[in-house]
């Protein structure tokens, strides 16, 4: 059973880095899916934050991209996710999730992390 | 600007039919790119309910189905029972942000 789980500090200062990481078990990060962080404001809908894959296909929300960085780390089977200059719109629960791609530009969330709650206050 | 629009809400009374829209544009839905459907509830992570635009994961019940047309998809739950409220998202790829794009979210009430 593929398990995700999201770790990282619950509180940011404005202006500082959030720093995520979410750690894979039951599955490869290596194996032929993609990896993905959406986020969810308080009270608000699902935002897609970007994708990475283990050979080095990424790509952003444009939104977000001067800001965003995505990795993974193979030997700890865990991919992560920083996000530069936050401010309080920021604030959200941090999903990971795996990508089931039934081809490049066709694909879906099939599982997902519990989520972690980070806020942006100083 | 890129967007899929859900209607804020929906309801029902258990037993009923109930149908819920996704209307998108020709960088999404309408370029022929799939749409997928989540079930939220308060406090958890979303869980995907139909993908393809009317595929079932096992354990899905088929109360629940989904379709596509032309710039639109809907998501139908036959049926309604109490344990069906919740928030409801759509998702699809949308090629003027070259990534996924999800829906603002459906709350269905169960009267």
């Known amino acids: 059973q593929v398990q995700l789980q999201e770790s990282g500090p619950g509180l940011v200062k404005p202006s500082g880095t959030l720093s995520l990481t979410c750690a894979v078990s039951g599955d490869s990060i290596s194996s032929s899916y993609w990896w993905t962080w959406v986020r969810q404001p308080p009270g608000k809908g699902l935002e897609w934050l970007g994708e990475?894959?283990?050979?080095?296909?990424?790509n952003y929300n444009p939104s977000l991209k001067s800001r965003v960085t995505m990795s993974i780390d193979n030997s700890k089977n865990q991919f992560s996710l920083r996000l530069s200059s936050v401010t309080a719109a920021d604030t959200a629960v941090y999903f990971c999730a795996r990508e089931k791609r039934l081809t490049y530009h066709h694909y879906y969330m099939d599982v997902w992390g519990k989520g972690t709650t980070v806020t942006v206050s100083s | 600007q890129s967007v899929l629009t859900q209607p804020p809400s929906v309801s029902g009374v258990p037993g009923q039919r109930v149908t819920m829209s996704c209307t998108g544009s020709?960088?999404?839905?309408?370029?022929?790119?799939?749409v997928h459907w989540y079930q939220q509830f308060p406090g958890t992570a979303p869980r995907l309910l139909i993908y393809?635009?009317?595929n079932r994961p096992s354990g899905v019940p088929d109360r629940f189905s989904g379709s596509k047309s032309g710039t639109s998809a809907s998501l139908a739950i036959s049926g309604l029972q109490a344990e069906d409220e919740a928030d409801y998202y759509c998702q699809s790829y949308d090629s003027s942000l070259s990534g996924s794009l999800f829906g603002g979210g459906t709350k269905l009430t169960v009267l």
């Open positions: 020709s960088s999404n839905i309408g370029a022929g790119y799939d």
């Open positions: 393809g635009n009317s």
């Open positions: 990475i894959f283990h050979r080095g296909g990424i």
